[in-house]
C-alpha cells in the first residue's frame, strides 16, 4: 500500500512538471496557433539560469524562482515581436523549422559555455529533508513541488475563467476574428500571452533544478512526452493540458514500478495512450474541432 | 452614415464585388437581398473590415473607415451579427454578451437585455453554443444592442428560424429602429424584408442591379421571388 502511495505521489510530481509545460504550451497555441518546439528550451535556460546565478553570483533559489520566469518571459516576449508572429501568416512548416531551430541555438549556446556535464543544484535548506505522513514519508522538496505547481494552475485556471482578461483571451483562442468584429484588440494580447507561456517554462526549469540533472538537453528529453501530454489533452485546450499533464505522469510512474519486468512496455506506454486517445477522440480527450472565423 | 463607394472585392482571382455604390441614412433599416453567391455576405463582411481583398471606399458618419482594421470599426459604432450567430462555446450567455465594450451612446443593460429575452437569463451561466438556433440569434442581436452598436450588419438573422421566432426578431429590429439604430440586413426572407425595411438593394452577380422601396417589392414578389429561387 504505501509502496503505491509512493509511486502515485512520484507521478503527480513529475506531472506537476508535464502540467506547467503543457499549459504554457497551450496558451501559446491557442492564442498564435504556433506549437512551441523551443518549449523544452526554455525549461532548460530556467534550470540553468538558476544554476548560475547561484553559482556565480549567489542568487539563492527563491531569487531565481522569481526572476528567471521573469527574465525569460520578457526574452520570450521579444522573440515573439521579432520573428515568432511572421510565423500566423505561413505555412505551418516554417512553426516547426524556426522553433525547432531555436532549440538547436539556445542548446547550443549553452553547451558552448558549459558544456554537456550536468551540473548539481541543492535543494533549498528550508526544503531539504522530508514529510512524515504516517504511513510513509515524502521528500519536502517534493511535497512543495506538488502544492505549487496545483496553486499556480488553479490561479491560472481562475484568471482564466472568472476574470475579464481571461474572457477575452478565451474568446480570442476560440475564434479570433469573430473577436475583432466586437471591438477587441485581439493583437495586443498575442505577445504577452507568449510571453507568460515561457514564463511557466523557465518556472518549471527552476523547480526542476534541484531534482533533475541541470544539463543542456534536459529540455529535449522531456519535451516529447510533454507533447504526447499537450495532444492526449486536446491542442490548445487549458484543463485539457493540465489534467492530462498529471495523468500522464501517473501513467509513466505506474508503468515504470508495475511493468518494469517489460522495459519495452514501461518505457512507450505514454505513446500508446497517445495513439488509442487520438484514434478514439482525433481533437484530444478535451480539444474540439476546429471553429471557422 | 454609412456611404460605400466603388466597392470590389475578390476571394483569390474570383471576384466578387464589381463597384458596389450604396448609402444607408441614420435611422434607415435597408436590406440587400440577391442570389446565393451574388456577394451579399461579402459586402457585409467588407463593411465590418473582415474581408482582406477589397478596393474602394467606405464612409461611416463622414469618416473614411477603409483602412480601419475590423476592432476599430466595432469601436466606431458596428455591430455584427454574422450568419452562423457568433456564440463562443467557451464563454457563458453572460460572458457573450458583455464581451464587446461599451461604444454607442445608448446602450442597452444587461438586466433590460434579460427582461426583453427571459430565456437568456435562464440559460445566464451555461455555454452559449448550448443554446437552441433561435436563442442563439437573440443572442447575437442581444450582444450588439449592449455595446450600443449605431449600426447594425445582419447576416440572415431569421435564417433557419420558426416564423414566432422571425416574428420576434422582426420585434426587436423594429424596436432598435425606433431608438435611431440603423441597419444594413442581407434576407431571403422578402415578407420579413418589408416588414422591417425601409430600402432594398437588389444585388446580382457583384452588382446592384435595382434598388426597390417596399411597394415595389411587394407588387413585383412574385417575380423576385422566382428570380431569387425560392
Not at chain 1, 512548416?93 to 532549440?103: D, E, I, K, P, V
Not at chain 2, 433590460?112 to 451561466?125: M, N, S
Request: hydrophobic share 50%.
Amino acid at each position: 500500500m504505501s509502496g503505491f502511495l509512493q509511486n502515485t505521489f512520484n507521478g503527480l510530481v513529475s506531472g506537476a512538471f508535464y502540467a506547467l509545460l503543457a499549459l504554457g504550451l497551450a496558451v501559446i497555441f491557442g492564442m498564435l496557433r504556433v506549437v512551441n518546439f523551443a518549449h523544452g528550451a526554455f525549461y532548460m535556460l530556467g534550470a540553468f539560469g538558476a544554476y548560475v546565478l547561484l553559482a556565480e553570483a549567489g542568487v539563492p533559489f527563491w531569487a531565481a524562482l522569481v526572476i528567471m520566469p521573469l527574465a525569460l518571459g520578457l526574452l520570450g516576449m521579444v522573440l515573439e515581436r521579432a520573428v515568432i508572429h511572421r510565423l500566423t501568416r505561413l505555412d505551418p512548416l516554417y512553426n516547426f523549422l524556426l522553433t525547432f531551430g531555436l532549440t538547436l541555438i539556445l542548446q547550443d549556446l549553452v553547451k558552448s559555455r558549459y558544456g554537456t556535464q550536468s551540473s548539481p543544484y541543492h535543494t533549498p535548506d528550508e526544503l531539504s529533508g522530508s514529510v512524515d505522513f504516517g504511513l510513509f514519508d515524502f521528500p519536502t522538496y517534493r511535497v512543495f513541488i506538488l502544492a505549487f505547481t496545483v496553486l499556480l494552475c488553479v490561479a491560472v485556471w481562475w484568471v482564466l475563467g472568472r476574470t475579464r482578461v481571461g474572457m477575452v483571451v478565451r474568446a480570442a483562442t476560440e475564434r479570433p476574428e469573430l473577436t475583432r468584429a466586437f471591438g477587441i484588440d485581439v493583437g495586443k494580447w498575442v505577445t504577452p500571452v507568449f510571453g507568460f507561456g515561457i514564463a511557466l517554462a523557465g518556472l518549471a526549469g527552476v523547480l526542476a533544478a534541484p531534482m533533475r540533472a541541470v544539463n543542456p538537453l534536459m529540455g529535449a528529453d522531456l519535451i516529447i512526452v510533454v507533447f504526447a501530454v499537450v495532444v492526449i489533452g486536446g491542442l490548445g485546450s487549458i484543463f485539457g493540458s493540465v489534467a492530462a499533464g498529471f495523468g500522464i505522469g501517473l501513467i509513466q510512474a505506474w508503468g515504470e514500478a508495475y511493468l518494469s519486468d517489460f522495459p519495452i512496455v514501461s518505457q512507450t506506454v505514454v505513446f500508446v495512450v497517445m495513439a488509442v486517445v487520438l484514434l478514439w477522440r482525433p481533437a484530444g480527450l478535451f480539444g474540439r474541432e476546429e471553429a471557422p472565423a | 452614415m454609412l456611404r460605400i463607394e466603388n466597392l470590389s472585392a475578390w476571394y483569390g482571382e474570383a471576384q466578387v464585388l464589381r463597384e458596389v455604390s450604396l448609402e444607408v441614412a441614420a435611422g434607415e433599416v435597408v436590406t440587400l437581398v440577391g442570389r446565393n453567391g451574388a456577394g451579399k455576405s461579402t459586402l457585409l463582411r467588407s463593411v465590418m473590415g473582415l474581408h482582406p481583398g477589397q478596393r474602394g471606399t467606405i464612409t461611416l458618419d463622414g469618416r473614411d473607415v477603409t483602412r480601419l482594421p475590423a476592432y476599430k470599426r466595432a469601436r466606431a459604432g458596428l455591430g455584427w451579427v454574422p450568419d452562423d450567430r457568433g456564440a463562443y462555446a467557451t464563454l457563458t450567455v453572460t460572458e457573450n454578451l458583455t464581451l464587446p465594450p461599451r461604444v454607442g451612446p445608448d446602450p442597452w443593460s444587461l438586466d433590460r437585455i434579460y427582461e426583453a429575452f427571459p430565456a437568456l437569463h435562464t440559460r445566464r451561466d451555461s455555454a452559449a453554443t448550448m443554446l437552441s438556433g433561435g436563442e442563439q440569434q437573440m443572442l447575437a442581436l442581444a450582444r450588439v444592442l449592449r455595446m450600443g452598436a449605431r449600426l447594425l450588419l445582419c447576416d440572415e438573422p431569421t435564417e433557419g428560424l420558426s416564423p414566432l421566432l422571425v416574428q420576434q426578431v422582426g420585434d426587436l429590429l423594429r424596436e432598435a429602429k425606433q431608438h435611431g439604430v440603423t441597419v444594413l440586413l442581407v434576407e431571403q426572407n422578402l415578407h420579413f424584408a418589408t416588414g422591417v425595411a425601409d430600402r432594398h438593394y437588389l444585388l446580382a452577380e457583384g452588382r446592384i442591379a435595382e434598388a426597390m422601396d417596399n411597394s415595389e417589392v411587394r407588387s413585383r414578389e412574385r417575380e423576385l421571388l422566382a428570380y431569387l429561387g425560392i
